[in-house]
């Protein structure tokens, strides 16, 4: 329990990041349709319109192994104290995210850009705790 209290701010942005993106990664699985669907639109005048499939694989492939990491990493503080494993998954997470801001800038969806910067305060915070360790 004494480990869990020192990380507690840790483990907290930990599971809100494995959230965010095993959910994520999750609904574009089950509707990969309707989500290429509906990026294809998104992205229609951008560089990005005749390569969205890949761009989103690629997005799915990053989200789910930060998830991942994210998981491991909360295991590997509760189970040995160590913070490697998080700090990887906080590092991807950050990276995911700036990819979707690059994505979102270039659509000028500015509105979408901001609700990610929302997302990535609270992940570079976690970088910060994680690389102080």
């Not at 990664?25 to 990005?48: C, Q, V, Y």
């Not at 995210?97 to 992940?123: N, S």
């Amino acid at each position: 329990m004494n480990t869990f209290s020192n990380n507690a701010t840790e483990i907290l942005l930990l599971l809100f990041l494995i959230i965010t993106f095993l959910q994520s990664g999750f609904d574009k699985i089950i509707d990969w349709n309707g989500n290429i669907s509906w990026l294809k639109e998104h992205f229609s005048a951008t560089p990005f319109k005749n390569i969205v499939p890949l761009l989103v694989g690629v997005i799915l492939v990053t989200e789910v192994v930060a998830g991942v990491l994210c998981s491991v990493g909360i295991y590997q503080i509760l189970s040995s104290g160590g913070k490697v494993i998080a700090f990887y998954g906080a590092i991807l997470s950050g990276i995911t995210l700036l990819m979707l801001l690059f994505g979102q800038r270039i659509a000028k969806d500015y509105e979408g850009a901001k609700t990610i910067a929302v997302y990535f305060i609270p992940t570079i915070l976690l970088v910060f705790l994680l690389q102080a360790a």
